[in-house]
């Protein structure tokens, strides 16, 4: 009798097809889950970017300090100021006996900008080139402007419309990123470098790393000496000389202060605080001639900026993120701070969807607010928008809804 042949059942051949599908898919889908964390994992440990611990001291943040009027609504009444004409203006420089307006944009011009009554009817016009990125900018004693070049070093423009470089090393160290500026009374020019080791396309890693390369330093146009004042700053940034002539303050963004420098009288080469607890990170700093200095502020404080402060790990994967992605767009509620001479806060001036806001000037009834990355300058008359207290914001609030119901 011929042996019969068996023909295996699918359940004794190993299982149906659809649970043989499940089972190849498997690894696959653990190979996809998986490599993303193995490859970041890898380009953690491969980066050489080498983030430093900030000093515990300086991580014993308060609270931002409280600011007893304020305008959480700057773009509401806001006029724009040279649209598509002014790409990036981050300082703004007032001359008062011509009217003219001077401001460093993006593409190397130093702009001259007459402002009329209508924002729309303002012009623009091209100056001087300065060849790199000019950022601070301040009128000198004699028709030119001292202007802060990221990329150049601390230079003059001068009145005929020449440039000149003045100085672009201290102490054998190249300026990596020249950022703010002011003139005192005597000639002397006090400015800053942000960095000497990353360059303003990189400001972000200079942040990241938590190390000070920041210094504020001083130019004799008489004797052409530099000096290195202060070393040892965190993203050393805007500059303004006190009215009476003692001090020089500067600002350290990431650290959310301002500090001051006395260049005359017994504190001569001393440093002192200003201001800290900064309710956003300081750029620009500058005086209005009545009594009050107004901080641009680009970003507030975020506890996210905290963490990353505290976690030097944290900075390396933003670093990392920052070279082979793109930094996030995370800034909000930029705006401007008026303090008074003893560095007390008087107003705030912000808006939730306002960021990068780098520099501020009151004019008159108006603040011109300039940017980084924005292609004009906002103007808000303050007079007719004022910051106001809490109680009186409130108030408003009533008599409108009121208002409304009748």
Not at 207 to 215: L, S
Not at 282 to 307: C, V
Request: hydrophobic share 35%.
């Amino acid at each position: 009798m011929a042996e019969s042949t068996r023909i295996p059942s699918p359940s004794s051949s190993g299982g149906t097809s659809g649970e043989r599908t499940k089972k190849s898919r498997w690894p696959f889908a653990c190979l996809v889950s998986v490599l993303p964390v193995v490859v970041g994992v890898l380009i953690y440990q491969l980066d050489s970017f080498d983030p430093a611990p900030y000093p515990a001291h300086e991580l014993t943040r308060k609270k931002p300090l409280t600011v007893p009027k304020s305008n959480p609504h700057v773009l509401k009444g806001a006029e724009n100021i040279g649209v598509g004409k002014l790409l990036g203006p981050e300082d703004i420089a007032y001359d008062p006996k011509s009217g003219v307006i001077y401001t460093g944009c993006e593409d190397g011009w130093i702009k001259r900008v007459t402002v009329n009554d209508s924002a729309a009817d303002s012009v623009v016009a091209d100056w001087i080139n300065t060849g790199g990125r000019p950022l601070g900018v301040v009128c000198g004693h004699h028709g030119e402007v001292i202007v802060a070049d990221a990329d150049k070093g601390l230079l003059n423009a001068t009145a005929d419309g020449g440039i000149q470089l003045l100085t672009d090393e201290a102490e054998g160290v190249k300026f990596r990123l020249t950022d703010g500026v002011d003139v005192a009374e005597d000639g002397i020019v006090y400015f800053t470098d942000a960095s000497y080791k990353y360059s303003f396309w990189e400001f972000a890693w200079d942040y990241f790393e938590g190390r000070p390369f920041g210094r504020l330093l001083s130019y004799d146009p008489s004797t052409k000496e530099t000096k290195v004042l202060v070393r040892d700053l965190y993203f050393a940034n805007g500059v303004a000389v006190s009215p009476d002539q003692k001090f020089v303050i500067f600002c350290e963004s990431p650290m959310a202060r301002c500090k001051k420098y006395y260049i005359n009288g017994e504190r001569k080469g001393s440093v002192d605080i200003f201001v800290e607890n900064l309710p956003g990170m300081p750029d620009n700093i500058r005086y209005d001639g009545q009594g009050h200095y107004w901080i641009a502020l680009p970003t507030e404080i975020t506890y996210a900026w905290d963490l990353a402060q505290r976690y030097p790990f944290i900075r390396k994967i933003m670093a990392i993120l920052e070279r082979y992605v793109g930094r996030p767009h995370v800034e909000k509620n930029g705006g401007g701070l008026a303090v008074d001479l003893d560095g007390k806060p008087a107003a705030h001036y912000c808006e939730r969807d306002l960021s990068l806001i780098t520099g501020v000037n009151k004019i008159g009834d108006h603040i011109y607010l300039g940017s980084i990355d924005k292609p004009y300058i906002i103007r808000l008359n303050i007079k007719q928008y004022p910051a106001v207290s809490d109680t009186e914001y409130m108030r408003s609030l009533i008599l409108d809804s009121t208002d409304e119901t009748l």
